[in-house]
């Protein structure tokens, strides 16, 4: 690694995140089932229809897990609380699921880790997609429900409380281009579930205001967009995919409005009277968490129909994903955050990590690349506190490889090597790396 603890401002925090569904095993524990179940049972959605009812087994192994954690030398913890274990119907609380939290986050907190929690994570009761999911209205106040469930069992021991996970990937990976669960292509339920899944974050704030509730924030992921080349239309391509990518979300929760290129396609789609909405969207955030992996190259084409964009492959080494590994992407959005959005308020880096093809060797995994990776990275970072950005924190994706959602289990971005078939865990060598890199002198 190419830096060092001290080279970062006091109190900044290292850590690494998890999502429920991607780890705990939802067979157990009373848990309901998802939309995530009914895709993956779905043929072509998921790599050998792979779901998350074993994953890593976390909701028993925990503690092994947080050990880990602990022994890396990190500071925080960035889990999610499942909204199908928490109430598995989408309304009626789960005793189980409840009581399973109460213990992680006491776990957390033995282990001196600040627990960092998201409410959702993509995981939506199947009870609560079967009327509509996030194009439907009424999603929203349910999850309205789900947070002062969780948050009156749990909230008063939280570091911090994002309200959503990458709402672009809830709304329009999943609803316009098919990608995750519903598995929709239709552009009316993506514009709705655009509105709604904002909407969820701005009940959601109100809520927890409502409870008193402190270090309340986002997480938005964020894309590097940058023109094929310099032809207009190639430009205005670009503009259109940074608007509805980046820009969507971040300006309705700092300014109280969508970006025009973006609405010059959802506007026709628009629930009626969503201009009232942006009040409640608008209100003041603590801190905002920025997801940041690579970047992409578009160009016009004009054989779809809007936002008439395709994708270039570019000339960077990529990952397992064949994502492109571009750290000054990273500096770009902290920047801009601070300078465009949210001015001294904390960033978090609350995803960052990439996908490779590990393997167990004589019970190591030798993963250079991801070590390079992580540490060009948090460097990234650096630069953007250096330059007057209040990033506050790193979080490593993921702790554990997992259960990488369409991918199922082919895709590994864990700092520790699991066996799928045994659960046996093997902490790589970017864990060790990371963990030398952070000690404290």
């Known amino acids: 690694m190419q830096f060092k603890r001290s080279d970062f401002p006091d109190g900044f925090l290292f850590g690494a995140a998890t999502a429920a569904y991607q780890i705990e095993g939802h067979k157990f524990g009373g848990a309901g089932p998802t939309h995530w179940d009914t895709f993956a049972a779905t043929p072509s959605n998921v790599i050998r229809a792979e779901d998350g009812a074993l994953a890593c087994d976390h909701y028993h192994r925990y503690p092994q897990d947080l050990d880990l954690l602990k022994d890396a030398g990190m500071d925080a913890y960035r889990f999610s609380t499942s909204w199908a274990r928490i109430m598995p119907d989408g309304k009626t ?33 199947s009870a609560l997609a079967d009327q509509g999911g996030w194009t439907n209205r009424d999603t929203v106040m349910r999850f309205g429900d789900f947070t002062d469930v969780i948050t009156d069992r749990i909230g008063d021991r939280m570091a911090s409380i994002a309200t959503i996970n990458e709402p672009w990937c809830v709304a329009f990976l999943s609803h316009f281009l098919g990608h995750h669960a519903p598995g929709l292509r239709d552009i009316r339920a993506a514009t709705r579930a655009m509105h709604h899944i904002t909407l969820a974050h701005g009940e959601a704030m109100t809520r927890m205001r409502a409870k008193g509730m402190e270090n309340c924030g986002i997480v938005l992921n964020f894309d590097h967009t940058t023109p094929l080349d310099d032809r207009p239309d190639s430009i205005k391509a670009a503009a259109t995919q940074d608007a509805i990518y980046n820009r969507w979300f971040i300006e309705a929760i ?35 968490g920025v997801n940041y992996y690579t970047r992409h190259r578009v160009t ?20 397992q994903m064949d994502w492109e590994i571009y750290p000054e992407g990273l500096y770009d959005f902290l920047t801009r955050m601070a300078r465009d959005y949210v001015g001294d308020l904390p960033l978090y880096v609350t995803e960052n990590g990439m996908a490779w093809d590990d393997t167990v060797e004589n019970g190591a995994v030798f993963d250079p690349e991801r070590t390079k990776f992580v540490s060009d990275h948090i460097m990234a970072a650096k630069r953007a506190i250096d330059d007057g950005a209040n990033v506050a924190g790193f979080f490593y994706w993921s702790l554990l490889d997992n259960y990488e959602w369409a ?12 066996d799928f078939e045994t659960l046996e865990r093997t902490p790589k060598a970017s864990y060790y790396a990371l963990q030398a890199a952070i000690a404290r002198a």
């Open 93 to 125: 609380p789960n005793a189980e699921g409840l009581d399973f939290y109460d213990r992680l986050t006491d776990a957390i907190l033995e282990r001196g880790l600040k627990p960092f929690q998201t409410l959702y994570h993509w995981e939506l009761p």
């Open 254 to 288: 700092t300014k109280g409005t969508y970006p025009a290129e973006a609405l010059a396609g959802f506007a026709p789609y628009m629930p009626d009277g969503w201009q009232d909405d942006m009040a409640q969207i608008s209100q003041p955030i603590d801190f905002l």
């Open 300 to 319: 016009h084409d004009p054989d779809m129909p809007w936002p008439s964009l395709a994708d270039e492959p570019g000339d960077l080494p990529v990952t």
């Open 407 to 418: 991918f199922g289990y082919e895709k590994r971005f864990g700092m520790i090597h699991v």
